[in-house]
């Protein structure tokens, strides 16, 4: 069989684990790198074994035996990167948030229809195990009418006004940083189990740190805990550490959630709860296996991920028997497996969030910050 060929551009803390990812699957080769330099490319190819590295994306997309790019640069560059490959004709796999503006966001799915190539917004971690599952009970009805959902993305990463990263300027991240960075995730698998959308929401955004010292140098993500306070330079902040919304589902159904990056101790504590009229569901992106089920007249239970105890169709998203732990690299094989199938075969079902799923929630970002701004209820459009 004739392997894929795709190519990586970014070599920070996504490029490496889509690097990893891709190759898990056996018939889709990494052909080459894309860095922001030449030197930064090459440096990363060799340390993951890839030939060919370039500080200029462009070049790659010349090279008509490359079939798709994975972008997995900040969220700037989400657009040109994506545009410019989908002129070229390959197919594109791009990180999330999936542009700056749903007027980009917009113009992504219509290039990608117009052409014909296979898009998808990575909005991976919708493939936990149990995460299908909650989706699959839910559409078997055995939670019944859904009555509300709450929930939390919380993450300490960003508590000290020392801790940087390209994501705190807004000219780089856009005009949300919490919400759009970890919000977006949490919006998604809320729809995605309950089939419901997000209608009208209430925000309040909250950025703690009116200034931040950035490091002279640069650092990628997650690495600035390390440094040491020294060589910063003071610069006004604009985009928010924390923020509380209230959410409306349809007509009846009701939510709340809250989304911050100054939560000391909780790493990446993504937790959802579904109050349906025959039980709930909670789950902790941070025990990933486990599945809390509660009833009103039986006793509570957590079911272990075990693919014989999911429902049958979250089966396949569950590549190991029970007792062996599926985590966060585990989501991008599952949805590399879905994409390159649709990149093999173009008839293949699109069992995987889109480029118009990536809009969406640009759509309920935007409505988050009219919200704040505004301190009134706002309609998603
Ligand atoms: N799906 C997820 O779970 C998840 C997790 C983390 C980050 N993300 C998203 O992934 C994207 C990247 O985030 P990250 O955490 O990997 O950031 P990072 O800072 O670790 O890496 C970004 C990389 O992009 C490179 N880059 C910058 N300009 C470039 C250019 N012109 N050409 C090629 N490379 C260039 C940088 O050198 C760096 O290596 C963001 O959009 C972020 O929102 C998604």
Redesign the pocket.
Known sequence: MKKLRTAI???????RVHTEGVRRLGNVEVAAI???TAD?ARKFADEVGVDRSTGD?HELLADPSIDAVHV????A??FPMSKAAMEAGKHVLC???LAMSTAEAQEMVRLAREKNLANCT?H??RYYPQVQNMRRMREAGDLGEIYAVQGTYSQDWLLYDTDF??RIESDMNGRSRAFA?IGT?WCDMVEHITGLRVTSLCADLQTFHKTRKKPKGSI??FSGKTLQPSDYTEIPIDTEDFGAVLLRLGEKTRGAMTVSQISAGRKNRLFVEIYGTKASVAWNQESPDELWIGERNTPNRIVVKDPSLLAEKARSYADLPGGHSEGYDDTFKQVFRRFYRTVADRHAPVEYPTFEDGLRQLRILETVLESSAKHAWADVK
Do not use: I, Q, R, V
């Not at 551009?9 to 490029?15: Q, R």
């Open positions: 551009f970014g070599t920070g803390f996504m490029g894309a860095g922001s930064k994306y997995c640069t900040p969220n560059l989400h990180e999330k948030p990575f991976n971690l990263n390209w960075d995730h990628e993500t």
